[in-house]
């Protein structure tokens, strides 16, 4: 990550997010908790409409709302954190002082707490009760003068000065002894060091502080302050992009950039600070992916050097069995006269007598009852209480052996050779290219589809999802599509008052018959009806009542009959730096996706049919090695058949 110079927070942006975030944070509810990297969280929100939020917070990094989703999981203390913040909902985000540090205040029903996040060199993140009392923290902290775990009061970090609300003479005495003025307002007041150099010259950066006077200290007060709260206010996000990869990002538009930099423009910090770390943690997981793979590499080489070692080894034994057992064949009957000599030996005269009455002995050993024998300079280790005859046949079948070891040693050993060179290939190709992460938008909770003609269509995935659907995006002007069946996702497509064309009604419809009961049906097709939203009222007639997800559509029902219950699942990549799981009609998948699978209603259950797309579409594709099982998984309407796998 050599070529990235900015990898956290200022305080300065740390106060434009608190800002951004406070209106689209408050009162959403933490739905889920899960670990991303080795220190940081992904937290899953919901707001009061039910649109779905996730805020990252990675301790001494970052802080906001992502729209790329990486690798999940639910490691370390992922759990302690998930016991005190799940179902609970967020009440406010403020700044602490101008500091890089977040508090997030929460309730859970009548518990109240707050989030302390730490953006700091070695922050952490904590949660603490009403009484300041650490809940849990990402990590203790045991030093000399500060300590943070479960049970203590928290104690803030050593902190700068808020240079926003001290005096000038305060900023004077702390920077004084400073060796130059640019230095000082870094270090000793946390003025972040890119508005130190967009507001004052180099000249004046150079400047010593004890050198200046109240009226300059106050006059550099003044200009700085006044840009930090013209930037808070009036913020111009941008991404530094220097040489095609990102160098830094800002609140603000530096006025003077290298030649070879430029500045990407966005609407809003966070979708800025959000690009610039979904680039900066895939070339951290591209790193962490090759470290892997590096020391994966370095395992097989220790294990191939081993097995070549004990290999050697046989092959050895295998040479020493081989020659004792020509000597057993072309001298059978003389070990046998040795063998028999050395019995009536021992039984007569004892072991002491054995090596001078008979030929060949060159040792004995009478404990072990055994004794070597020495024939053309081979030595050939004999059992006393053992036939010649069973002690040849032991040693054949011993040869048999090491024979069957040693082809097996082989055969393993070329197994981890081509392990090792897949890893090296694997290696070399990654170095090339970096992986993808998800994207979410606000739709991606629904089932969704862009059709062809570029109109966004949304559908509930259950009763409570239908009924939000149409409550809060059905205007009269777009078009309500639903399978002529009960308990099937509501459609709404939104055009405007403009008509599309048939074809992309046909591209929602197939998303309205695939999402019902007539997937677990098995039926093969279903009947879609569409009208305009003014024809959609959730008021039901006098008298009666309409259950949570059902409407009354008055006036006339346009048709699509007879639409098929066929459905088409994608990978869809953008720009080479995200991907989307697409879905629709296979003509519509197949045009954006490269990789996708064609399914109908069938025997086999969902999570088979994931895990069988998912190796499908990762296969020879390290760009995808983020891709879960459960993102395709929520993309089944039920039990299926795969009918047709493009890879």
Excluded at 222 to 243: A, D, G, N, Q, T
Excluded at 289 to 318: F, H, M, N, P, T
Aim: with cysteine; glycine share 4%.
């Amino acid at each position: 990550m050599g070529s990235f110079h900015k990898k956290s927070l200022t305080a300065l942006d740390v106060a434009v997010l608190v800002k951004e975030l406070r209106e689209s944070l408050s009162d959403c509810l933490v739905t889920n908790l899960y670990c991303i990297g080795e220190r940081g969280y992904l937290l899953k929100l919901k707001s009061l409409e039910g649109d779905t939020q996730y805020l990252v917070i990675e301790p001494a990094v970052r802080l906001h709302l992502t729209k790329y989703i990486p690798p999940l999981s639910i490691s370390g203390r992922t759990p302690i954190f998930r016991r005190f913040l799940k179902n609970s909902r967020i009440r406010s985000l403020r700044q602490h002082e101008f500091e890089r540090i977040v508090i997030i205040e929460a309730t859970r029903g009548s518990e109240d707490f707050s989030i302390v996040v730490e953006l700091i060199p070695r922050g952490i993140v904590a949660v603490l009760d009403n009484q300041r009392k650490v809940l849990v923290s990402s990590e203790d902290i045991k030093l000399r003068d500060r300590r943070v775990y479960p049970g203590i009061k928290y104690e803030f970090p050593p902190l700068f000065p808020n240079p926003r609300t001290i005096s000038a003479e305060k900023w004077l005495k702390i920077i004084k002894d400073a060796r130059n003025l640019g230095i000082a307002l870094v270090r000793k007041l946390g003025i972040p060091p890119e508005v130190v150099n967009e507001v004052l010259s180099e000249s004046e950066r150079k400047l010593k502080p004890s050198t200046l006077s109240l009226n300059q200290v106050s006059d550099i007060q003044k200009r700085i302050l006044e840009f930090i709260e013209s930037v808070i206010e009036y913020p111009s996000p941008v991404i530094i992009k220097c040489r095609d990869e990102y160098a830094s990002f800002h609140p603000f538009k530096p006025v003077n950039l290298p030649t070879e930099c430029s500045a990407l423009e966005f609407s809003s910090f966070n979708e800025a600070v959000d690009e610039y770390f979904r680039a900066f943690y895939v070339s951290a997981l591209k790193e962490a992916e090759e470290k892997g793979l590096a020391s994966e590499s370095a395992r097989l080489k220790a294990v191939i050097s081993k097995a070549i070692q004990d290999l050697e080894k046989l092959k050895d034994e295998y040479s020493r069995i081989k020659k004792l057992l020509q000597i057993f064949e072309e001298k059978y009957d003389v070990l046998e006269s040795v063998w028999n000599c050395v019995r009536e030996v021992v039984k007569t005269l004892g072991w002491d007598q054995v090596r001078s009455a008979c030929r060949h002995i060159v040792e004995v050993d009478p404990s072990k009852g055994s004794f070597t024998v020495e024939i053309n300079n081979v030595y050939i280790p004999l059992k006393i209480i053992e036939k010649i005859h069973e002690q040849y046949i032991n040693l054949r079948r011993r040869y048999s052996h090491l024979s069957d070891k040693i082809a097996q040693a082989a055969g393993h050993i070329k197994e981890l050779k081509a392990g090792l060179q897949s890893i090296s290939s694997t290696l070399v190709a990654r170095q090339e290219v970096k992986p993808l992460l998800k994207k979410v938008e606000w739709y991606s909770s629904y089932h969704w589809i862009i059709t062809s003609s570029g109109f966004l269509a949304i559908g509930g995935k259950d009763a409570q999802q239908n009924e939000k659907v149409v409550k809060k995006y059905l205007n009269e002007n777009d078009i309500f599509i639903h399978a002529e069946v009960h308990g099937a996702s509501a459609f709404v497509l939104k055009c405007s008052g403009t008509k599309p064309p048939e074809k992309d009604i046909y591209e929602v419809s197939v998303l309205a018959a695939s999402y019902s009961k007539g997937w677990k049906a098995g039926v093969g097709s279903l009947d879609v009806f569409w009208v305009w939203g003014k024809q959609v009222s959730k008021a039901p007639p006098p008298g009666q009542y309409l259950p949570k997800g059902a409407f009354m559509i008055y006036g006339r029902r346009n048709y699509v009959k007879g639409v098929p219950l066929r459905l088409a699942i994608g990978v869809q990549i953008h720009d080479d730096k995200y991907f989307e799981l697409i879905v629709g009609p296979e003509e519509l998948v197949s045009m954006r996706a490269a990789k996708y699978a064609v399914l109908v209603p069938g025997t086999t259950s969902q999570r088979s049919i994931a895990l069988k797309i998912k190796e499908s579409f990762t296969a020879n594709d390290p760009r995808l090695s983020t891709l879960t099982v459960d993102d395709i998984l929520e993309r089944i309407p039920g039990p299926s058949t795969i009918i047709k796998l493009v890879k």
